[in-house]
């Protein structure tokens, strides 16, 4: 599915999503990563949902970001409370979604000019 036109002068933005593949910025993604306008994380660590640590939140808290959109594949999943207390430390926002309405709401977000952080799963 494609959700926007190749120009990406704005920053990363997410070009589509198949079942398994995210193309960002022309370049396509196979495995559980992170993206910001400016920046983006191939090597995010968790390789499935079931794999977040709160470390993985505290990677994350530390980008900065006033969003993070979590998609956790092609089910949405709520991550344990616990979990995600370096973003609630940091006051930093979050919308948990399936990853394919995550890959949307990014765009629109950083088409806006937000601080937004992707954290994306591909199943």
Not at 19 to 43: H, K, M, N
Request: a negative charge; glycine letters at 8%; proline letters at 6%.
């Amino acid at each position: 599915m494609k959700f926007i036109p190749d120009d990406i002068s704005t920053g990363h933005a997410i070009q589509g999503y198949e079942q398994g593949e995210i193309s960002v910025s022309g370049t396509r993604y196979c495995q559980s990563f992170v993206v910001l306008p400016e920046q983006i994380f191939a090597d995010w660590r968790p390789a499935t949902f079931q794999d977040l640590l709160i470390e993985d939140f505290a990677f994350i808290a530390n980008l900065a970001p006033e969003i993070v959109i979590l998609g956790t594949g092609t089910t949405q999943y709520f991550p344990h409370p616990g979990l995600t207390q370096p973003l609630i430390d940091n006051r930093i926002g979050l919308e948990v979604m399936d990853t394919t309405a995550a890959c949307r709401t990014y765009n629109i977000l950083m088409s806006e000019g937000r601080r937004v952080a992707a954290a994306l799963f591909m199943i």
